[in-house]
């Protein structure tokens, strides 16, 4: 059974880096399959797509975040990362890892993380 | 990023039929998934490919998309099935999330 869990700090001040990391079990995020992502989610809000990187480490990001966004792979931890730089408040929100399937001519975000809230505050 | 639209609610009567629309440009002729997230959890897929149901999700789950809009049907709605859904697309290299639709089984 695939299993994504998220880690990291819960608090974050404005104008610092915000870091994440996803730790993947029952698969392998050197697989060529699939895509490996980050969603957020502001608190009673709905979901942002912010990026994702494949096995071979090329990655795409929302474009409204792309300035910021860094996310890299460790296949030697089975891990993937995010790094937001220059947090406001804005960024304050519930971020998920998650796996995006690519199959038969169609993706979709099959298994997911739990979660982690990440609030921006000095 | 590519931008869906969704009502902010809907309501059923249990064993009723609920539908839960999801427009955006050109819609029909991209790809729709459906989520699934209730209080405090993950996002559940319920529909990938507009209209396929991964395994164990109920039959009474279905989706259609044609035009501009897709659809999330939920035929003989139960309790369980309050919750927030959630449509979502790809515009060549950018996803999309609708904003959701809060469905509330009366």
């Known amino acids: 059974q695939v299993q994504l869990q998220e880690s990291g700090p819960g608090l974050v001040k404005p104008s610092e880096t915000l870091s994440l990391t996803c730790t993947v079990s029952?698969?392998?995020?050197?697989?060529?399959?699939?895509?490996w992502s980050w969603i957020r989610q502001p608190p009673g809000k709905g979901l942002e797509w912010v990026g994702y990187?494949?096995?071979?480490?090329?990655?795409n990001y929302n474009p409204s975040l792309k300035s910021r966004v860094t996310i890299s792979l460790d296949t030697s931890k089975n891990q993937f990362s995010l790094k937001l730089s220059s947090v406001t408040a804005a960024d304050t929100a519930v971020y998920y890892c998650a796996r995006e399937t690519l199959a038969a001519g169609t993706r979709y975000f099959d298994y997911w993380g739990q979660g982690t809230l990440v609030t921006v505050s000095s | 990023s590519y931008e869906l639209t969704q009502p902010p609610s809907v309501s059923v009567s249990p064993g009723q039929t609920a539908s839960i629309t999801c427009s955006g440009d050109k819609l029909g002729d991209k790809y729709a998934c459906w989520y699934q997230q209730k209080p405090g959890q993950s996002p559940l897929l319920v529909i990938y490919r507009d209209t396929k149901r991964p395994s164990g999700i109920p039959e009474r789950f279905s989706g259609s998309n044609s035009g501009n809009t897709a659809t999330l049907t939920i035929s003989g709605t139960q309790a369980a099935d309050e919750a927030d859904y959630f449509c979502?697309?790809?515009?060549?290299?950018?996803?999309?999330f609708g904003g959701g639709t809060k469905l509330t089984v009366l």
């Open positions: 029952g698969d392998s995020v050197s697989s060529g399959r699939y895509f």
């Open positions: 979502q697309a790809w515009d060549t290299t950018t996803a999309g």
């Open positions: 990187i494949l096995y071979s480490g090329s990655t």
